[in-house]
């Protein structure tokens, strides 16, 4: 720790390190717990800031909100509230893909957002490291076709069969401005980052491993190459693929340290599949939350028992729910602390 109690550019001095020593694959003291969504999902006071002004406004301020956005490349994009990113003129035909910007240039012009990570990394105060993250190129290419979201996926998947050729080379393009998007992150103030790969569970084996998995190890690559060419200090990088059960193996093999689990797959045959090399991160229902508060440790208890105490994450299976009690998901934080300590004693 330098005299002056700041870290590396300046950063105040991190003062829990125990998610990121986990990612890495090290030993902790208990287990390192986070939630998935952002503060607008369920928490009141910020659901009431954000009804009174538009969504990407409100992130284009650093001071006013420090949540990371998702950029489309020159297309109109907007936050339908309940909804989600909604795009006016989503891409139907090849020729649309003329009108993408140019992704070399799309982080030049995100820079608000890496305002908003070095704010909130400086406002944390080293109290617990800062995660960035982002969607992965499928999931974003089923917004810009579907246009939304949707429950099938169809027209994005109609692409898939009937444009093969102009699938890749949209993924490609998402993947170039995903790359240093990330790196950008990092050279911010990010000390991890998450890629979602939301909508992996529309996607069979066949179809995930040639226009879902090739984009994934790509991003992982490229980015720890940029880190390095850049002089930044590597991060753990983790991937999140919803319904990607089919993909465990290949996941553990992309190049990430933590593979995350939605609620759907048990963590014994998870470890059993991607072995001891990875940090496993999840995965309890987020619909747990509306138990008792006595229930949702004894469901902790039980998911931490089925992971065991290292290399692992606690996490939901997936994301808060707008109308969760935030006392809840502080009785699912304050299990994990205490059961994962327990754990190690025994």
Known sequence: MEANGLGPQGFPELKNDTFLRAAWGEETDYTPVWCMRQ?????????ETRAAQDFFSTCRSPEACCELTLQALGMEVTMVPGKGPSFPEPLREEQDLERLRDPAVVAS???????????????????VPLIGFAGAPWTLMTYMVEG?????????KRWLYQRPQASHQLLCILTDALVPYLVGQV?????ALQLFESHAGHLGPQLFNKFALPYIR??????KARLR?????????IIFAKDGHFALEELSQAGYEVVGLDWTVAPKKARECVGKTVTLQGNL??????????????????MLDDFG?????????HGLYPDMDPEHVGAFVDAVHKHSRLLRQN
């Open 218 to 223: 790509d991003v992982a690559k490229r980015v």
């Open 285 to 302: 229902d987020p619909c747990a939350l509306y138990a008792s508060e006595e229930e949702i440790g004894q469901l902790v208890k039980q």
């Open 187 to 191: 050279a911010a103030g990010a000390q």
């Open 39 to 47: 503060a607008g999902r369920y928490l009141p006071e910020f659901r």
């Open 109 to 127: 012009e995100l820079g608000y957002v890496f305002q908003a990570i070095t704010l909130t990394r400086q406002r944390l105060a080293g109290r």
């Open 229 to 237: 060419e850049a002089g930044l200090a590597p991060v753990p990088m």
């Open 148 to 156: 939304g979201g949707s429950s099938t996926m169809a027209q994005a």
């Open 309 to 317: 105490p290292q290399r692992y994450i606690a996490n939901l299976g």
